[in-house]
């Protein structure tokens, strides 16, 4: 089986569990804590608190943002449901945006029009309490557009960087543009402590508050315990962090490897009617998935060719979620095919191939072949 994707593990990395387990110190300790200090070197911030997965991590920083029950926070249309979730989980309301035909990012014109519908009436204005861009598969939103138009509101923007953990965007990182930023450690990441998350932020006003609501609303920084807040479990264990911190030596590795698998689909793809990934100017994508577009007239087919491709041995699957199109939002808000136009023909067309760091030519030549030949009998 070619599997969709395989987490770089070795034995370093089984060794550095171990001896956190064979220490009996097991929860949030130094290894944590040098593992935030390596997400915050390579995210360029001067903060990062590691908890228990993205998801909480997201939750987290709308609480540490004060988002409040009917209160609004922008997301883009096409995400993992845990965007717009936790917005609901909030008490807030989600307001989606359409995305970039060629980024699959948050558009930032969409993100225009739905801030002037929005600030012209008083009542909408003062709702609006976050805007939260995601860095889909890998590839940075465009967050110089996004925070100008944040900026002229002054809006907080928290990027979901879930997926995105060493990507850049003009030389500068995913999780240093926004008031904070998100990331997974989830093993269809680039590194992973099996479940595990962090929030990185050079406010550090903000990442006392993070730390308050990860441990029960203890304040860090009280000579005694005490409760300031209150607040959740969402402590990372030691062995997470030591393995966090033994993968992260590999981060470098890793990353080229996805990206040099990248280009050789992209070779492959040359001349095939799959659209594969297109990257922005002065963007460093780092490949968390390989997502490329079916032709149009194959959409309808995509539910067979997966399970084709299945049956040969192929795994691939969907790109990621039309979030609004979910039972849940759909019911709850009334969206329908049409709203988000560019989410409807990327959610309809997607499809992730196979990606880790050690696929070989041969099996991406198959993975490709095999899509071809199937589709051209189809
Ligand atoms: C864009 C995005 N946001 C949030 C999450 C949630 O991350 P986690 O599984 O660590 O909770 C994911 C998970 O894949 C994701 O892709």
């Given at each position: 089986m070619i599997r969709l994707t395989v987490p770089s593990l070795d034995q370093s990395d089984f060794d550095a569990v171990e001896a956190v387990l064979k220490s009996?110190?097991?929860?949030?300790g130094p290894q944590v804590a040098t593992f935030e200090h390596e997400i915050a070197r390579v995210s360029q911030t001067l903060n990062a608190v590691a908890v228990t997965n993205c998801t909480a991590a997201l939750q987290m920083t709308l609480l540490a943002l004060d988002v409040q029950p009917r209160d609004l926070v922008l997301v883009t249309?096409?995400?993992?449901v845990s965007t717009a979730n936790i917005i609901e989980l909030c008490g807030a309301q989600p307001v989606f945006v359409d995305i970039d035909p060629?980024?699959?990012?948050?558009?930032p014109l969409a993100l225009e029009q739905v801030l002037d519908r929005l600030m012209q009436n008083p009542a909408m204005k003062a709702r609006v309490k976050a805007i939260m861009p995601v860095h889909t598969f890998g590839q940075m939103a465009d967050m110089p557009r996004i925070l100008e138009l944040a900026n002229a509101y002054g809006i907080p923007v928290v990027e979901d960087a879930a997926c995105a953990l060493a990507a850049k965007l003009e030389g500068r990182a995913a999780?240093?543009?926004?008031?904070m930023g998100c990331f997974s450690f989830h093993?269809?990441?680039?590194?992973?402590?099996?479940e595990g998350g962090a929030i990185t932020t050079s406010d550090n006003q903000i990442a006392w508050k993070l730390k308050v609501l990860r441990n029960h609303?203890?304040?860090?920084?009280?000579s005694g315990v005490d409760f300031v807040l209150p607040g959740f479990n969402n402590r990372m264990t030691e062995f997470q962090g030591a393995l966090g911190l033994s993968q992260m030596t590999k981060l470098e590795r890793i990353v080229k490897a996805r990206q040099d698998a990248a280009r050789v689909y992209d070779d492959l793809l040359k001349d095939s009617p799959l659209q594969p990934p297109r990257v922005a100017q002065n963007s460093e994508h780092v490949y968390q998935s390989y997502v490329t577009l079916l032709p149009a007239q194959y959409a309808h087919q995509r539910s067979s060719l997966i399970a084709t491709l299945k049956a040969r041995g192929i795994e691939t699957n969907i790109g990621t979620w039309h979030m609004p199109l979910t039972r849940y939002y759909r019911s709850r808000y009334g969206y329908a095919e049409g709203d988000f136009p560019i989410a409807d023909h990327v959610f309809a067309r997607a499809l992730t191939l196979p990606l880790f760091e050690g696929i070989t030519f041969e099996q991406q030549h198959s993975v490709v072949s095999n899509i071809l030949e199937i589709l051209k009998h189809n």
């Open positions: 009996g110190y097991l929860v949030q249309a096409y995400s993992w060629d980024t699959f990012n948050m558009c999780g240093s543009w926004g008031i093993p269809r990441k680039a590194i992973t402590t099996g609303g203890q304040d860090p920084d009280a």
